[in-house]
């Protein structure tokens, strides 16, 4: 036995798990996921507490993983299926043809947005006979997750020149229906000496085309995603200092894989990956239970994943393996990114600021000059072209004041959840670190005292907001608190007049009488009652009870104190209470207005409580929180979340519906006195600040009109901007265009509506004023009635942040959008209806498409590339072209259950039995969506692992014999150079172990016998009649084909365009094919059938021997380097982990040297071989010594 005595050294709950160190890219050194002793573990919010005992237990909704854990669902994950296909100008066509080595270049941006580089190179199997090939590649349209699309941006080609430079293929777009008949031409051309690519985006797919290619090609397919899913991450500090300041981004790349003993295997991997300055990954000690939560999602079982546990001090990763895993295998970038916008600001710097001038900022991004001579388009008019597309950004003022005339309601909404979680006891920070459980306090007493201090934060500044003009006497201010469980438990407000608060020293006193009061049970009225309070506290209390203003804060705190935990937890129901509460909130409110017919302009913010998630079904739940934001007019809001219950992802959607603050998650709830309850309320103060300062607005934008003689109708006026559609970057609603002002003659002016101070939107504009520093002289932007006439608009011009493919990306996903009839919003976009009428857009896509080269999304351009490559390239005709391969990536399924199937950067994953269409996946969740729908075609073929074509009619009666209800035959659609296929079931990683390993040894032991001529083992049978042909007897085998032989009586019945040549198999002679009598006989009449030369076994010449060699030789190859490159994941999969978790050095050394031998080298064979039969023997062993065990 070959492996050294050692017990395995990592917990069986991490098994296939491994990390791989992310900061060396030569280490390819899989290392299993350690384990944690219990005293290492981060102490759960309920460390010391039995949650039997208390009497609550999670449901649905309650996030009951660890900390920053993520659903496989929501995963951002990278699954290039693709299937490519090749033809050859003399060889048989291939349905299934793989690149020799795959790149997948990822790029993560600050923005969260993706770009990827996926570059597929091939190799000509038969560049030494002078033929050229052509390839066709089809990968399918994927979401990386949700609705989150990966877009194709650019596309590029390369082909490998005879002094091993490669050329550029450069590309042109061109109509789609051109480019296929210029490529066909290119293909079956004599004389012309190119090489052509051509690629098109389909409704399903990229399709690509490349050739005729002598020896290698290159297709480099760029993609983008506009937004990658995130989630608000949560501190898991004591004291959570950090909360609020990262964003957890996970990133799952799925690698090709097929198994042992494929001869497929041997693909070149190389993954790189760079994120932007300060990123990191989580870190695999400290989230020890959240790798292993994602592991044991359904996705993930039979997945290998590979965690990166750190980055390169650039922030990148890097890795190149030599050959596939043999498993399905993810590897995972769990990456924490710093949020962008810091909220956190100095709260006394912003009460100055609140005094200044407001300021509207207008910036004009100014492209580069190559890139403004092409966002050059028509518009109608003359004369043409005569529109620069641009992009506009607005700031609106943050600070705003109302005319004398109107008056504010600044409304307060208070949601605290009153569920029976937030019954659980937490630790209090007592010395030593002990923890008596009589010294617990409730999540709920925490929930009380933090709203109780935030409330009176906020009355204290009323004087400040006051003196700063901010605020005036005669506004109104509510505070109303809506406590919920699985439905409203209590309602509660508090309203007055601002002026009534004017007195700093009064507002002193309340804030001193709630702490005097802050024991619930002693009442303010009963202590001064009983005298229990010396003279200063007693005179406080006097002094707030004796204003009415005084006593309703006091009984606001009250109800505040008296909330207590019970059931469950429903977002939705307390969000459609708050806004059935409305018009008795407002009728409140308006009983205080000192003119009754003035209506008060509403301001809302909100403040959102929660240590658990929304139970039940999310249907309907955002959608209600959306209709209450809309109702109350909130400007903007914060999600406080703590406890180990907390759903991240829930509160991270919550937080963004509600304002522009990432939600403050952490584990544990802050005590009074650390600084992480500080950094609470100094953010969430801020936000409340910048509410204040949001006043809703209706903005108009124009710049007036140019004028143009138009012959003998004279001078003509059209639009200086035609506002085409608007996208909020910083804003808590969707922006919304309205009628257009037409106040002047000559333009008309769009109205933009739903925006608040403080917003940030870009507008993307059509300009016949082409020089940004000239059109923003003419700009003018206006504030809506309601706004003081005071507000400077400052315009000036900036640098495109947007540069080349990027920019112009951004421009054909707004040109090619086909707006719905009666629609406006599409995405995150709003359109201008009054400009983006559908012919117009579809004429200003041609024009980018066009001018940047770009294939539209809409498919109606495709790449087009030729280049002149200098060397003798034969022809491909018709007869030889190769089948499209996006037909195998369609979904055929048996039954409905997990099963495994083999493809390229395909997950195992929950089959569908829907068809292929974007209605079909997009009505499902993203996971299945991104997947299931992209599964390969299933054939007829019923074939286990190694056995070979020619044999299919014994392998399909053992297949038959098989339980076909938990079975399902799939094709290994990773087949480079054989027609192996897998049987399996579902749940055949972990119940046929043994069968496994029997499968990959009967393999070797095939190939092996094969490499060493032992032919007489082997039995071949006739592809047509499929008898078995005697030992001795003439055999017909096809070079050009992947596996095919005739007997005597069924020869000539192959295709007349493939020679076949006459085997003999003996077992003392190495196998040879017939001499030629003249290559135009043998391909009009096939080779003779007449004597057979068999030359010495010492003869040095050179003779094609079968082309089942090759493949046997390519399985052994990738055994071998599978074993060097992915041993820990080859001992979980194939042993059950039974096998130490280091190879052997010795083995490891063999393995090595072997491989580094020259191929043509005959010590090679024999040394590949007999260490391949060692090592599978080995296995072998080791299953059999353990079952014995067991």
């Not at 980018?848 to 491909?876: K, Q, W």
């Not at 094919?1073 to 096939?1086: A, E, I, K, P, Y």
């Not at 194939?1134 to 190879?1143: A, F, I, K, Q, S």
Request: aromatic share 6%; hydrophobic share 40%.
């Amino acid at each position: 036995m070959w492996f050294p005595n050692s017990t395995k050294s990592f917990d069986s709950r991490a098994r296939a798990v491994f990390l791989i160190n992310g900061c060396n890219s030569t280490d390819n050194t899989l290392t299993p996921l350690p384990s944690i002793s219990p005293q290492n573990i981060l102490p759960p919010f309920n460390v010391t507490i039995d949650l039997t005992e208390e009497g609550c237990d999670s449901t649905n909704g309650d996030d009951d993983s660890p900390p920053n854990a993520v659903k496989v669902e929501n995963m951002n994950c990278l699954a290039l299926l693709s299937s490519s296909s090749a033809g050859w100008s003399d060889a048989a066509p291939r349905a299934h043809f793989d690149p020799t080595s795959l790149t997948y270049e990822l790029t993560v941006n600050s923005d969260l947005s993706l770009n990827v580089l996926a570059t597929f190179e091939y190799s000509n199997p038969f560049a030494n006979d002078k033929q050229s090939m052509v390839v066709r590649l089809s990968v399918l349209k994927q979401f990386m997750s949700e609705n989150r699309e990966l877009q194709l941006v650019s596309t590029a080609f390369e082909d490998l020149m005879e002094k091993g430079e490669w050329k550029d293929i450069s590309t042109d777009v061109t109509f789609t229906e051109n480019a296929e008949e210029i490529v066909q031409a290119v293909m079956q051309n004599k004389t012309c000496g190119q090489t052509a690519g051509l690629a098109s985006s389909k409704a399903e797919s990229i399709d690509v085309k490349l050739g005729p290619v002598a020896r290698r090609g290159r297709i480099k397919l760029s993609f983008t995603c506009r937004e990658m899913y995130h989630y608000d991450a949560m501190s898991v500090s004591s004291d959570p200092t950090d909360v609020g300041q990262n964003q957890v981004v996970p990133l799952g790349v799925f690698l090709p894989w097929t198994k042992l003993g494929d001869a497929a295997g041997n693909i070149e991997i190389t993954l790189i990956v760079k994120t932007p300055a300060g990123s990191g990954v989580l870190c695999p000690t400290q989230s020890h239970d959240t790798y292993l939560h994602l592991k044991q999602q359904a996705l993930m079982k039979n997945t290998a994943l590979i965690v990166v546990d750190k980055l390169n001090p650039d922030g990148a990763f890097l890795r190149t393996w030599h050959c596939l895993p043999p498993t399905q295998c993810c590897i995972l970038l769990w990456l924490e990114m710093p949020v962008l916008a810091d909220d956190y600001v100095d709260v006394a710097a912003e009460l100055d600021k609140l005094s200044t001038v407001p300021i509207t900022k207008l910036g004009i991004y100014s492209p580069t000059p190559e890139d403004a001579a092409l966002l050059k388009v028509s518009m109608p008019g003359a004369p043409t072209p005569n529109a620069q597309l641009l992009r506009i950004k607005v700031k609106l003022p943050e600070i705003g004041r109302l005319p004398s005339t109107k008056v504010r309601s600044i409304v307060n909404l208070n949601f605290s959840d009153a569920s029976g979680s937030t019954g659980r006891r937490v630790p209090n920070s007592l010395p030593g670190g002990v923890l008596a459980k009589d010294s617990l306090k409730t999540v709920r007493d925490c929930f009380n005292l933090f709203g109780e201090r935030r409330f009176l934060k906020r009355l204290s500044s009323i004087p400040a907001l006051l003196r700063a003009d901010v605020l005036r006497k005669d506004d109104i201010w509510t505070d109303v608190t809506y406590a919920f469980d699985h439905g409203p438990v209590d309602t509660f407000s508090l309203t007055f007049l601002v002026g009534d608060l004017v007195d700093q020293v009064f507002v002193d006193n309340i804030v001193a009488a709630a702490q005097i009061t802050h024991n619930a049970d002693n009442q303010s009225s009963n202590l001064m009652k009983t005298g229990l309070l010396d003279t200063d506290k007693h005179g406080v209390l006097q002094n707030v009870m004796s204003k009415t203003v005084g006593c309703s804060v006091m009984n606001y705190l009250k109800r505040l104190r008296m909330i207590q935990s019970n059931g469950g937890t429903d977002f939705k129901r307390t969000a459609m209470k708050a806004v059935d509460h409305f018009n008795s909130l407002q009728s409140s409110i308006e009983k205080l207005l000192l003119d009754p017919t003035i209506v008060p302009l509403v301001t809302s913010f909100v403040d959102f409580d929660t240590d658990g998630g929304h139970n039940g079904s999310l249907f309907g739940c955002f959608e209600a929180v959306d209709e209450m934001v809309a109702k109350y007019k909130v400007c903007n809001g914060v999600v406080y979340g703590f406890g180990d219950w907390l759903n991240q992802d829930c509160a991270s959607k919550l937080a963004r519906r509600i304002g522009s603050v990432p939600a403050l998650l952490a584990l544990h709830i802050p005590e009074p006195g650390q600084e992480g309850l500080n950094v609470l309320f100094r953010r969430g103060f801020s936000a409340w600040l910048d509410s204040l300062r949001s006043i809703p607005m209706k903005v108009t934008i124009s710049a007036g009109s140019v004028a143009y003689s138009h012959g003998s109708r004279g001078t003509r006026h059209l639009n200086a901007i035609e506002v085409i559609a608007a996208r909020g970057t910083k804003c808590l609603r969707r922006p919304m265009f309205s009628s257009p002002d037409v106040s002047d003659v000559h333009s008309t002016k769009a109205v933009v509506e739903c925006l608040c101070g403080g917003d940030e939107v870009v507008f993307l504009v059509a300009s016949r004023i082409h020089d940004p520093n000239t059109l923003s002289t003419c700009m003018t932007l206006d504030i809506g009635e309601d706004q003081t006439s005071n507000v400077e608009l400052k315009t000036f011009v900036q640098q495109e942040p947007l540069v080349g493919c990027s920019l112009a990306h951004e421009w054909l996903g707004v040109l090619s959008t086909r707006l719905p009839p009666k629609t406006k919003e599409v995405g995150d976009l709003s359109f201008n209806s009054t400009v983006a009428i559908p012919r117009l857009l579809a004429k200003m896509e041609d024009d980018v498409a066009f001018s940047f080269n770009l294939v539209s999304p809409s498919g109606a351009t495709s790449y087009l590339g030729r280049s002149n490559t200098n060397l003798d390239r034969a022809p491909i005709n018709a007869a030889h072209e190769p089948s499209d391969p996006s037909e195998n990536l369609n979904i055929r399924t048996k039954s409905v259950q997990y099963d495994t199937w083999h493809s390229f950067g395909a997950p195992q994953v929950l089959c569908s039995s829907q068809p292929l269409t974007s209605q079909a996946y997009t009505n499902r969740s993203p996971a299945i969506a991104a997947f299931s729908c992209r599964a390969p075609t299933l054939k007829a073929a019923y074939l286990p692992l190694g056995v070979r074509s020619s044999s299919r009619h014994e392998a399909k009666r053992q297949c038959e014999g098989l339980d076909a209800s938990s079975t399902v035959v799939v094709e290994s659609k990773v087949k480079f150079a054989s027609p192996s296929k897998i049987l399996i079931g579902s749940d055949f990683l972990r119940t046929h172990i043994s069968k496994q390993v029997g499968d990959v040894g009967a393999t070797i032991h095939f190939s092996c016998n094969m490499l060493t001529n032992n032919v007489q083992v082997l039995q071949f049978s006739c592809n047509c009649c499929s008898q078995s042909i005697p030992k001795d007897a003439r055999r017909f085998h096809c070079m050009f084909c992947e596996d095919y032989d005739e007997c005597v009586s069924c020869a000539g019945s192959h295709t007349r365009s493939h020679p076949l040549h006459v085997l003999v198999d003996r077992g003392d002679v190495p196998v040879l094919h017939t001499q030629s009598n003249g290559v135009l006989l043998n391909q009009l009449l096939g080779p003779a059938a007449g004597r057979v030369d068999i030359l010495p076994t010492n003869s040095n010449q050179s003779q094609p021997l079968d082309h089942a060699l090759e493949v046997c030789e390519q399985r052994v190859c990738f055994l071998l380097a599978s074993m060097l490159q992915w041993w820990p994941i080859v001992n979980d999969t194939y042993t059950n982990g039974n096998c130490p978790t280091e190879l052997d050095a010795e083995i490891s050394s063999q393995i090595r040297l072997v491989l580094s031998m020259s191929h043509e080298s005959l010590e090679r064979i024999a040394s590949m071989c007999s260490l391949a039969i060692t090592i599978v023997d080995s296995l072998g062993r080791i299953i059999h010594q353990s079952n014995s065990v067991a």
